[in-house]
């Protein structure tokens, strides 16, 4: 028995390799980065509740149910269960997101929307024994979940709380992992300058881009869209009016060309789209 359960880890820790191997590959990621090396440690199994996992398409339809761990390692979406659209993410895009967020260790990161708290592990390996991640889960299922299985890390916090609101302590990164309508000024405010903010730009009922902010000033970020991407709606960062604005930006197109948010001034020439306090824009125009 104990020979059949050595195999058997042995066989899942090859497949978690294999895993991490092509996930970085898939998200541009050089061979041997420390996101590989969260990838290969971390056991997916234990953050997506027990089997049978239900095995997700890219639209959020049931591929397959299964039993053997080893189906986990794909880059693929397992549901977490509970509400539609509940899922573990899909692997290549948070690692892709992980990179250009660029944590360091030593860092202090707040993870927003960390469901059951896999990529807070890999946030926790990231910034190491000397840097701290405070995760914000508001759905209690999920918070409590995520406490149980990030128990082993010391460097972690989990607010059983809404992300949106504030305040948050202050930061070196805010990773978001749910959609919202425009820059909270509650994440913009924690990030210390030299600080980045990274989050799903969408409407409550579309897609969106992933935006990364890294704040330049007291007043000016500088601003680039990533990928596109579709999450779940955030939980106080869904304002209707805000929302309307940002899919009509949308359809005129041009969001490649911003490069920086500013705060507190009048909107320029150059502006994309604009909110309570700030607006986005290219260099072309002030």
Same mark, same amino acid.
């Given at each position: 028995? &104990?020979?059949? $359960?050595? +195999?058997?880890? $042995?066989?899942?820790?090859?497949?978690?390799?294999?895993?991490?191997?092509?996930?970085?590959?898939?998200?541009?990621?050089? !061979?041997?980065?420390?996101?590989?090396?969260?990838?290969?440690?971390?056991?997916?199994?234990?953050?997506?509740?027990?089997?049978?996992?239900?095995?997700?398409?890219?639209?959020? /339809?049931?591929?397959?149910?299964?039993?053997?761990?080893?189906?986990?390692?794909?880059?693929? %979406?397992?549901?977490?269960?509970?509400?539609?659209?509940?899922?573990?993410?899909?692997?290549?895009?948070?690692?892709?997101?992980?990179?250009? %967020?660029?944590?360091?260790?030593?860092?202090?990161?707040?993870?927003?929307?960390?469901?059951?708290?896999?990529?807070?592990?890999?946030?926790?390996?990231?910034?190491?024994?000397?840097?701290?991640?405070?995760?914000?889960?508001?759905?209690?299922?999920? !918070?409590? /979940?995520?406490?149980?299985?990030?128990?082993?890390?010391?460097?972690?916090?989990?607010?059983?709380?809404?992300?949106? &609101?504030?305040?948050?302590?202050?930061?070196?990164?805010?990773?978001?992992?749910? !959609?919202?309508?425009?820059?909270? &000024?509650?994440?913009?405010?924690?990030?210390?300058?030299?600080?980045?903010?990274?989050?799903?730009?969408? &409407?409550?009922?579309?897609?969106?881009?992933?935006?990364?902010?890294?704040?330049? +000033?007291?007043?000016? =970020?500088?601003?680039?869209?990533?990928?596109?991407?579709?999450?779940?709606?955030?939980?106080?960062?869904?304002?209707?009016?805000?929302?309307?604005?940002?899919?009509?930006?949308?359809?005129?197109?041009?969001?490649?060309?911003? /490069?920086?948010?500013?705060?507190?001034?009048?909107?320029?020439? +150059?502006?994309?789209?604009?909110?309570?306090?700030?607006?986005?824009?290219? =260099?072309?125009?002030?």
């Amino acid at each position: 028995m &104990a020979e059949l $359960e050595q +195999s058997e880890a $042995e066989r899942l820790q090859a497949r978690r390799m294999d895993y991490a191997r092509q996930v970085s590959a898939t998200a541009g990621i050089p !061979a041997g980065s420390e996101i590989e090396a969260a990838l290969a440690t971390i056991p997916r199994e234990k953050y997506v509740g027990p089997p049978p996992w239900r095995v997700l398409s890219g639209r959020g /339809r049931l591929r397959t149910t299964s039993d053997d761990p080893a189906v986990l390692y794909q880059d693929v %979406l397992i549901s977490l269960g509970g509400e539609p659209g509940l899922n573990n993410g899909q692997p290549s895009l948070h690692a892709m997101c992980l990179a250009a %967020l660029g944590v360091k260790r030593g860092e202090r990161v707040v993870h927003v929307g960390a469901g059951t708290g896999y990529y807070t592990a890999v946030l926790a390996m990231l910034v190491g024994e000397t840097g701290v991640v405070d995760a914000y889960e508001i759905e209690p299922d999920l !918070a409590e /979940r995520a406490t149980a299985n990030l128990a082993e890390f010391r460097n972690v916090a989990v607010h059983a709380q809404s992300g949106a &609101a504030g305040p948050l302590p202050e930061c070196d990164a805010i990773y978001v992992n749910a !959609a919202a309508a425009e820059p909270l &000024a509650v994440w913009l405010d924690a990030v210390k300058p030299g600080g980045r903010l990274l989050f799903p730009l969408a &409407a409550v009922d579309g897609t969106g881009e992933m935006l990364l902010l890294t704040r330049n +000033s007291e007043i000016e =970020y500088a601003a680039r869209f990533l990928t596109a991407v579709q999450f779940v709606p955030c939980i106080g960062a869904q304002d209707e009016h805000a929302g309307r604005a940002l899919q009509a930006a949308y359809r005129r197109g041009h969001w490649r060309d911003v /490069r920086r948010l500013v705060r507190n001034t009048e909107p320029g020439e +150059s502006c994309w789209l604009s909110g309570d306090g700030w607006w986005m824009g290219s =260099y072309g125009n002030s």
